[in-house]
Every structure is written in structure tokens, then in C-alpha cells.
């Protein structure tokens, strides 16, 4: 076999190898990225806000000037989360990412019509129980992150938007 086309076959080979093992990998990277400093920050299974992003806003990938963010790191290894918060009359969601940071779930305001919702998130390892006050949801990781956006619209209901960010609550179920 020609001595280029030997190179050349390798090159490739390794190139497809690195090409797979960085798709597989980059994911969990991303949100260990993302999640080095929630824990001295107290945010795994505690919530956060986050003001009016802007242009120069880095704590949300991404973010819109029309959205207020807040939510939680969660790890539920050992124990259940119950997740609580007051909602607005506008859009709203909440979303449920993995580690691997796929979206495994969305609650949104065509789904929930009340004032408030509960939340009941569960881990892969949990066998969820039933619940006659909440949603329940289940994690295919035990760690992750859920992420509560917010409809800023003419900013003229702010003040209520802020009052829903103070509302929300993540805690570990105790027995």
C-alpha cells in the first residue's frame, strides 16, 4: 500500500476517533463548566435569580433581554427535591436539564393554569410516589438543572416578576 495513503488512513481514522470521543464528551463538559462554582456559591438545590440580562450578562448562556431568569443546580443522589414558586399571568416556563444538558422537561403556562406551582423532582435511581399537590418529574441524572423564565414584556408588571423570583423555592424532601 502506498506509504501517503497508510498517513493518510491514520490521520482520518484518528480524526473520526477525536471527532466521536469530543461529541460524547462536550455535553458534560459544558455543564461542569457551568456548575464548578454552585457549590460555593450555595446553589445545588437552592435557588437563584439573575437581573435583567443584558449585553454583557455571562451568568445565562444565551440569554434574552425579554426573560428573567432564575432557578436551581439540583442533585437528587440520595433524596427527592420539591421545587415551589409563585407564576406569572404572562409566559412563563420551567425547564429540566440533565448533566449531559439535554432538556428532559418543560412546564409551561399552557400546562399549569394556577398561581402557583409544586414540583416534586425525583432522581434515576427513585421510585417516585404519589402526589396529590404537585407535578411530578424524573431526572435521568441525579444532577442538573432547572432553569424559570419569565415574560418581561413593557416591564410594567416587574415588580410582580421579581416577587415570583423571591417565591421560588428548591429544598431536599426530609423525612
Known amino acids: 500500500m502506498n506509504r501517503y495513503l497508510k ?3 491514520i490521520v482520518l481514522i484518528t480524526a473520526f476517533v477525536l ?3 469530543f461529541i460524547i464528551s462536550f455535553p458534560y463538559a459544558k455543564l ?4 464548578k462554582n454552585w457549590e460555593s456559591q450555595n446553589m445545588i438545590n437552592s ?3 439573575r437581573d435583567i440580562p443584558n449585553s454583557n450578562s455571562r451568568e445565562v448562556i444565551r440569554p434574552s433581554a425579554d426573560l428573567l431568569y432564575s432557578g436551581c443546580g439540583f442533585d437528587v443522589t440520595y433524596k427527592p427535591l420539591i421545587i415551589t414558586s409563585s407564576l406569572p399571568e404572562s409566559y412563563w416556563s420551567m425547564s429540566f436539564f440533565s448533566s449531559n444538558t439535554d432538556n428532559f422537561s418543560t412546564i ?4 399549569q393554569k394556577n398561581s402557583e406551582i409544586k414540583i416534586y423532582l425525583f ?7 404519589m402526589v396529590e399537590d404537585g407535578i411530578i418529574v424524573v431526572s435521568p441524572s441525579n444532577k ?4 424559570f ?8 408588571n416587574l415588580d410582580d416578576l421579581y416577587r415570583n423570583q423571591e417565591a421560588l423555592e428548591c429544598s431536599l424532601i426530609e423525612n
Open 47 to 49: 435557588a437563584f435569580s
Open 123 to 129: 432522581g434515576p435511581e427513585s421510585e417516585p410516589a
Open 32 to 35: 461542569w463548566y457551568i456548575s
Open 108 to 111: 409551561n403556562e399552557n400546562m
Open 19 to 21: 471527532h466521536i470521543v
Open 144 to 147: 442538573g438543572l432547572m432553569l
Open 149 to 156: 423564565r419569565q415574560f418581561i414584556g413593557n416591564s410594567s
Open 7 to 9: 498517513k493518510g488512513l
